[in-house]
């Protein structure tokens, strides 16, 4: 908004140019968003608190710590990071490009999903809220719009093409199957960043981090300079869309503050269906929907651990991991909560180095 607003002013106040600069916008868009976290947080989560007398439920057949580590506390604190990314991407993004409200509408869409389940688990009181036929629906839904958008909009030669990373100018033609293929790409992290939400502050780095990765892939891939050095494919306005991913950074932080063990809140479906919504659109968008899975490779480990052991006791009745997701796993052999969660970032970084090498590495 202040993009549409002060730049054209640009000729009578000179000041108002530094808002034809990304990296400007970009960096505005963090703080105003962490600024947003810190100020409405504590107000969300006594509000919250005051509606959820028992807080989320707790899984029965979870880490018996949780039991009594984790009750009371309020869910919902996605709420919080929606908010703060909203309100900043609005603030300064440029309201005329598509790929801006593509996104936000996926985040939002997504995070009402995740609202709803969330409800229906306080209300019933009991860890399952929608059932996972009701949610993949709603999520294909959202994403099949998305992705029919998104391809219609794609430009010239990149309609219905996937990029390969490490290899140059190499693009694999889908054509119609792209369609499904970016859907999978949207609901499969989405429901990744999900599996992974499950200990404090767990999910939240990762999310950072992912997002400030896309933050440096949506400059470069929207900037033609930098696309051509590096020989990136090229998707003009794409760029707007390192304001998302900074106000994201930006709410990441700020919902850190709160959610850092002990945790005063969780992130709950709200957040976690949202933002692993929102990356995997901009990985969409910007032909680097393999990356994502290289930079949140953490995420796709936790998906993998879920889907290995529920194979694997379907066809065995035997578990290969004591509990599902994998950081349960590490509960269950002793190791502490914070242990794993910092473990966990460290890998997740790691993840973020190896995607970011693909930029240069072809």
């Not at 609202?115 to 059932?131: A, E, I, Q, Y």
């Not at 990356?291 to 796709?300: K, M, N, T």
Request: hydrophobic share 55%; charged share 15%.
């Amino acid at each position: 908004m202040l993009y549409n607003l002060l730049f054209p002013l640009a000729k009578q106040f000179e000041l108002f140019n530094l808002f034809r600069y990304l990296t400007f916008r970009s960096g505005g868009a963090v703080f105003t968003a962490l600024l947003i976290s810190f100020y409405a947080g504590p107000k969300i989560i006594r509000w919250l608190k005051s509606k959820q007398a028992e807080g989320q439920p707790i899984r029965l057949d979870g880490p018996e710590s949780h039991l009594l580590t984790k009750k009371g506390t309020p869910t919902m604190g996605g709420t919080m990071i929606l908010l703060a990314v909203s309100l900043s991407t609005l603030l300064w993004a440029d309201l005329t490009n598509a790929y801006v409200w593509i996104v936000l509408t996926v985040t939002l869409g997504f995070g009402a999903i995740g609202f709803v389940d969330d409800f229906l688990k306080l209300t019933k009181r009991n860890s399952k809220g929608l059932s996972s036929r009701r949610k993949l629906a709603l999520q294909g839904i959202i994403s099949l719009a998305a992705a029919l958008i998104i391809e219609a909009i794609a430009p010239a030669g990149l309609g219905g093409e996937i990029a390969v990373p490490f290899l140059k100018n190499v693009l694999i033609y889908a054509g119609l199957l792209y369609i499904p293929f970016a859907m999978l790409v949207m609901i499969g992290a989405s429901n990744a960043v999900n599996l992974t939400d499950g200990l404090d502050g767990l999910a939240i780095v990762p999310i950072l981090i992912v997002a400030g990765c896309f933050a440096l892939i949506a400059y470069l891939v929207g900037n033609h300079v930098f696309a051509d050095y590096l020989q990136l494919h090229y998707i003009p306005g794409s760029g707007e869309l390192a304001v998302f991913c900074s106000a994201l950074v930006g709410a990441s932080l700020g919902f850190l503050w709160f959610n850092a063990p002990p945790a005063q809140v969780f992130m709950g479906d709200t957040g976690s269906l949202a933002f692993g919504g929102s990356l995997g659109a901009i990985s969409v968008i910007t032909k680097h929907e393999f990356v994502l899975a290289i930079i949140g490779g953490l995420f796709v480990v936790e998906a993998a651990s879920v889907i290995i052991q529920v194979l694997y006791f379907k066809r065995t009745g035997r578990r290969v991991f004591r509990m599902a997701p994998i950081h349960h796993h590490f509960e269950k052999l002793g190791w502490k909560e914070p242990t794993i969660v910092i473990r966990f970032w460290i890998i997740a970084c790691i993840f973020a180095l190896l995607g970011l090498a693909t930029l240069k590495l072809r």
